[in-house]
């Protein structure tokens, strides 16, 4: 149980296009998912919390109106880099904390490998 | 969010036992500690979670002292598939749960 898909696995496009990764979670529900970024050989950084139905909240640097979140349901977020640079080459994370539990429980997607050319 | 301090490597050899200790001297009253494992290029996958004493899975156990300052992650025989990068985490209750991942312990086993 407990399992989150993440779709596509990797990416490549071209600078200045936009690229779309979907989070599921596959098993359960979850009103709060969170997006990461990670660098190679460095440790993941919380991009932003999304929770359903509602806005998502971004962590202070991360531009919201570069990286568009939408969580419609209670399985699905989507993390949606626009106007991709090079520099936003990175391994994108999401993970979902099961509603309902009282505890911090997240669960990890397998990630997306972005590459912007 | 309630920091944590690991070491930043541990080596070990198949079939020893590996414990990682953690600190978090800021962790708040309804903060749970929680550790994932982490592949190169994979997500992290969910060990396990305590909030005092001992908690034991088929993985691994966790060990709290009763301040809950500190943890320790054992990982029991370990064996090569077990290298990998290993992350304490203190969930923030207050603020939609947030985790803030440091740098974690990277564990090398040898044969």
């Known amino acids: 149980g407990a399992v989150v898909s993440q779709h596509p696995s990797w990416v490549i496009c071209k600078s200045g296009t936009s690229v779309k990764i979907e989070c599921r979670s596959l098993d359960f529900q979850a009103t709060t998912m969170f997006w990461y970024r990670q660098f190679p050989k460095q440790s993941l950084m919380l991009m932003a919390t999304s929770n359903e139905g509602s806005k998502a909240t971004y962590e202070q640097g991360v531009e919201k109106d570069k990286f568009l979140i939408n969580h419609a349901s209670l399985t699905l977020s989507t993390l949606t880099v626009t106007s991709a640079h090079p520099e936003d080459s990175s391994f994108y994370i999401c993970?979902?904390?099961?509603?309902?539990?009282?505890?911090?429980?997240?669960?990890f997607g397998p990630g997306t490998r972005l590459t912007v050319l | 969010l309630a920091k944590t301090t690991q070491p930043i490597s541990m080596d070990s050899y198949e079939g020893q036992e590996v414990n990682i200790t953690c600190s978090h001297n800021n962790i708040a009253t309804n903060d749970y500690i929680t550790w994932y494992q982490q592949f190169p290029s994979q997500g992290p996958r969910f060990i396990i979670q305590?909030?005092?004493t001992k908690v034991t899975n088929e993985v691994a156990s966790l060990f709290i002292p009763a301040d809950r300052k500190s943890s320790t992650l054992s990982l029991p025989r370990v064996s090569l598939s077990d290298t990998a990068v290993y992350y304490c985490l203190v969930g923030d209750v207050t603020n939609d749960y947030k985790l803030s991942f440091g740098a974690g312990t990277t564990v090398t086993v040898r044969a």
């Open positions: 305590g909030y005092k």
């Open positions: 993970s979902a904390r099961p509603s309902g539990r009282g505890t911090d429980t997240q669960y």
